[in-house]
Nanobody
């Protein structure tokens, strides 16, 4: 069983910060990890991903404000979110897919073709 469990969501004021965690039952250094979010009535969007080698990718909407990282020893992926905006609100999911060494992650992020998905954690940014 591949299990991903997100946590760390909550309610925060604009300009605030949150750190999301994704606990995994997999060997993280053999997977690429993606982060997605979806607001009610909106299409799901991929926002960030990280490769086996910890190379990272961000879409323009979050670049410079969000940071994805991984702690392979703890089987955990993190998404640090700073300078949060109301438009950042949504249900955040992590996703994992096995990958060969050297594989990029941005194409997977755009296609959404990850084999495993977490249940999501809610982020609300409002005054």
């Amino acid at each position: 069983q591949v299990q991903l469990v997100e946590s760390g969501g909550g309610s925060v004021q604009p300009g605030g910060s949150l750190r999301l965690s994704c606990a995994a039952s997999i060997i993280l250094d053999k997977y690429i990890i993606g982060w997605y979010r979806q607001a009610p009535g909106k299409e799901r969007e991929g926002i960030s991903c990280i490769t086996r080698e910890s190379a990272t990718y961000y879409v323009d909407a979050v670049k410079g404000r969000f940071t994805v990282s991984r702690d392979n020893a703890k089987n955990t992926i993190f998404l640090q979110m700073d300078s949060l905006l109301p438009d950042d609100s949504g249900l955040y999911h992590c996703a994992a897919n096995p990958a060969w060494p050297g594989s990029a992650c941005d194409e997977h992020l755009g296609r959404g073709d990850f084999g495993s998905w977490g249940q999501g954690t809610q982020v609300t940014v409002s005054s």
